[in-house]
């Protein structure tokens, strides 16, 4: 009955939230300001100097809008950005004064944080549809960053950098401005054939005059990639469809490893790479053979002190590309129906997580038109028999349509298949499939958001129930911020290929938050927080199992520093033992138990301009039957712009009564990164933990010889450290090129 109750409470909220969204997605956030681009036959060169005469016939976006320190007043400092085009570029000059040539470069190396950098971006909504934009920045040295956004842009997880695309710029700068000269190629984007308005914003940071400016005016507390803020970008003539780009990037990789647990030392020479085909103006199609990931950055070592699985962030660039197409469906916070980091790693017969190679994939992804959007994906990964682990096809349809002004329907199925049969292999392990739906909505200026979506699984004689269901809204504005939520995970719902953090729960999500912005004096803005979270488990017939109470304040000063205060109340029921310490031959607490505790945290966060890196928190309270105190950090100095050393730390004190183990849990990670130009860059990190008795190694030197294309010497050791020594160590040189067809 209970379980009826809450699918009929999801079904009315998803009806409200239809219903709502659907009269407020024609309400507009304000008159769109325009800049018109010219068309030109003439050659530019670029330079950083904007010497040519054509420069002198552009339109400009400039009259900008300060954002920080408050959002009402147009910008102190002027930043001009012309654009100009021809048949196979978009030309940019822009123009941004200073009050000196004090500049803030983080670091030489390319994807730079706008936190930290004196810098300008661009961003484009290409089709105009409010969904998902390119976006290019450039800081005063002349250092290079683009990314992809996506949902709208609302928040950091629509925001991707790992995203790698080829275009130009030059820069030159004096004491009292800095001008930058960018061209990107047509071929770099995807756009409508014949289009001739994109959605378009840009944004300034300056932290000589501690100032931060946006063309179109956004609310303070808003990101400043909230496509729902674009102004427009109207091109003089539709744009024609350029030459369908073809890309080539292959790559060779020697590898030569010791595995010292089985004394064995290996020896390889592997050859794989990509194939990237734009079909049309909106879709790429990509395909991969035997690719290597050895370049791909670390994983960051997290202290895990909860009873449910983390997530990590994709870092690999085939999979990039249209991400959030695959990945967006579901609540990423409770159950994703597709991870596309579950490919490439596997579960080996001791259940030990071990890197499984991948043989090969292909994926066509992108827009059909300014409305529809279609994913289709397939990889093979390899057999590994040796560890029990079969070869199976991954594979998922996506296919996304806009409706109701800013929203958007889509569906689709995941598959993960069994090659062939194995004897190690359950039959209900033989295939995994997931279907569903899942409707995302929103006002025209994001103030109102919602998301609403059923998706049921199937595998071999299981295809009753195995539903998951989730409804949510949010009213975010300047001042007040509300959300709510509900999702059900049934207990037989399964996808091979997602994550999904808990199953057999009904979960109900209430947050509220209020924001001040002083007119004068030293704080630039302060906000308080309540949220609340109860966990229902189905199989102890929806009894309460967790509840979260939690009380937030956060002061942010006119220098840009941050403070934080928290306060929670947590329940917990176990219904199955655990052991927080994780420590060897503990006794677990036991399960049918429950405990109720509370504790407070304060967090400080120094200006990211700073030279000084300085983050701190710390925590204590109850936990469990016992105390706990954690802090956590990160401290460090750059000697801008080639040099920056940092530290993080993450300590644990976990104190439980007799008979349960207490644990002091460590985390060290020192990193040592190093630009000497902007095509040769050296990073080590170092990482410790007591937690999984591991100490790693991974030093990387990278040079980026031509566009896109780079070659890597990277070293990786990691030792056991209960019984001190060495356990794995590796060596590789691998060269990928990027070649235009």
Known sequence: MFKLNVLNLLRTTSIVVLLFFTFFSSVAQQEKRTVTVKKINETIVLDGVLEEAVWLKADSADNFWQKFPTDSIKASLKTEVKLLYSDTHLYIGITANSIGGNYTINSLKRDYSSRNNDNVTLIFDTFKDGQNAFLFGVNAYGVQREA????????????????????????????????????????????????????????????????????????????????????????????????????LIPYVNGLTSKEFTTESTDGSFSVGGDLKVALGTGLN???????????????????????????????????????????????????????????????????????NDIIGGVRLSGKLDENWRLGVLSIQNKEDLSNQIASNNNSMFALQRKVFGESQVGVFMVNRQGFKEYDFVEENNAYNRVIGIDYNLASANNRWIGKFYTHKSFQPNDNKGNLSSFASILYNTRIWQF??????????????????????????????????????????????????????????????????????????????NQFE?????????????????????????????????????????????????????????????????????????????????????????????????????????????????????????????????????????????????????????????????????????????????
Do not use: C
């Not at 895990?304 to 695959?326: A, M, S, V, Y």
């Not at 924001?515 to 488990?537: C, V």
């Not at 655990?578 to 966060?605: K, M, V």
């Not at 100490?695 to 070659?711: E, M």
């Open 565 to 741: 205060f928290e306060f929670n109340r947590t329940y917990v029921y176990l219904f199955n033992s655990f052991d927080p310490s994780r420590s060897e031959g503990a006794i677990p607490l036991p399960s049918n138990s429950e405990y109720t505790f509370n504790d407070w945290s304060l967090t400080y966060q120094l200006n990211f301009a700073s030279p000084i890196v300085f983050f701190a928190s710390a925590s204590y309270g109850g936990f469990f039957n016992g105390k706990k105190l954690s802090l956590t950090g990160t401290t460090g100095y750059r000697f801008q712009p080639n040099v920056i050393i940092s530290l993080q730390w993450d300590y644990n004190h976990i104190e439980l009564p007799k008979p349960y183990s207490s644990a002091d849990l460590i985390l060290v990670r020192p990193k040592f990164d190093v630009t000497f130009n902007k095509k040769l860059f050296w990073s080590t990190l170092i990482q410790y933990s007591n937690q999984t008795n591991n100490l790693g190694i991974n030093s990387r030197l990278q040079w980026r010889f031509a566009p896109l294309s780079d070659l890597y010497l990277v070293y990786n050791d990691n030792y056991y450290t209960q019984e001190f020594g060495p356990v794995f160590r590796s060596i590789n040189l691998k060269l990928t090129y990027w070649l235009s067809l």
């Open 483 to 560: 959300y709510s939520n509900t999702v059900y995970v049934d207990e037989d719902f399964r996808s091979d290929l997602g994550f999904i953090r808990r199953t057999g729960i009904i979960k109900s999500g209430n947050r509220l938050s209020r924001s001040f912005y002083p007119t004068s004096g030293k704080i630039n803005s302060h906000s308080f927080e309540l949220l609340n979270l109860m966990w229902f488990q189905q199989n102890l017939d929806y009894q309460k199992t967790d509840h979260s109470l939690s009380f937030n304040y956060t002061l942010q000063t006119q220098s840009q």
């Open 148 to 247: 992809l956004v996506s949902d709208r842009g609302v928040d950091t997880r629509g925001f991707n950098l790992t995203w790698d695309t080829k275009w130009q710029s030059e820069s030159t700068y004096t004491d009292d401005k800095y001008v930058l000269e960018i061209a990107i190629p047509f071929s770099s984007l995807k756009y409508p054939e014949n289009s001739k308005v994109w959605g378009f914003q840009s944004y300034r940071y300056d932290f000589q005059s501690n100032e931060r400016s946006i063309w179109t005016n956004v609310d303070q507390n808003q990101f400043p990639i909230n496509i729902g803020y674009f102004g427009e970008l109207i091109f003089e003539a539709p744009l024609k469809q350029n030459k369908t780009p073809l890309y």
């Open 285 to 355: 199609m990509d395909v991969t053979l035997n690719p290597d990931f050895s370049n791909v950055e670390v994983d960051d070592v997290i202290t895990n002190l909860t009873r449910f699985e983390i997530t990590l962030p994709e870092k690999r660039q085939f999979f990039i590309d249209n991400g959030d197409l695959f990945g967006s469906f579901g609540s990423f916070r409770d159950a994703i129906p597709f991870f596309s980091r579950r490919i490439g790693i596997q579960k080996d017969a001791e259940g030990r997580t071990i890197q």
